[in-house]
């Protein structure tokens, strides 16, 4: 069983930074991927950033590229997504996802069998 809790989440003004973190369970045979996707009320879910476990590439999403972080620490089966220059739009519940998707369809939620519950983060102008 595939366990994943995310934390972190919160109110921040828009230009701040947050980290979110995500425990999971270590199973590699499971899953290849580990991703943030985040959720605004209303709209689609999309993933905004992936570490591909063995070959320790990452991916973002365009609008989030170079302002957010993707990184593990192994050692205590964590995964963190480090957002600075937050924005009003950044606004949205964060999940945490694990699945094994082709590198070209890491964003593809329906890629992704495990999942958080989720962490809400705020941003106000």
């Known amino acids: 069983q595939v366990q994943l809790v995310e934390s972190g989440g919160g109110s921040v003004q828009a230009g701040g930074s947050l980290t979110l973190a995500c425990e999971f369970t270590d199973a590699p045979h499971l899953y290849t991927f580990l991703t943030w996707f985040r959720q605004a009320p209303g709209k689609e879910r999309e993933a905004v950033a992936a570490t591909w476990l063995r070959l320790r590439t990452t991916y973002y999403f365009d609008a989030v590229e170079g302002r957010f972080t993707i990184s593990r620490d192994n050692s205590f089966n964590k995964a963190y997504l480090t957002m600075n220059n937050l924005q009003p739009e950044d606004t949205a519940m964060y999940y945490c996802?694990?699945?094994?998707?082709?590198?070209?369809?890491?964003?593809?939620?329906?890629?992704?069998?495990?999942w958080g519950q989720g962490t809400q983060v705020t941003v106000s102008s």
């Open positions: 996802a694990a699945g094994s998707p082709s590198s070209n369809l890491w964003r593809s939620p329906e890629k992704y069998p495990y």
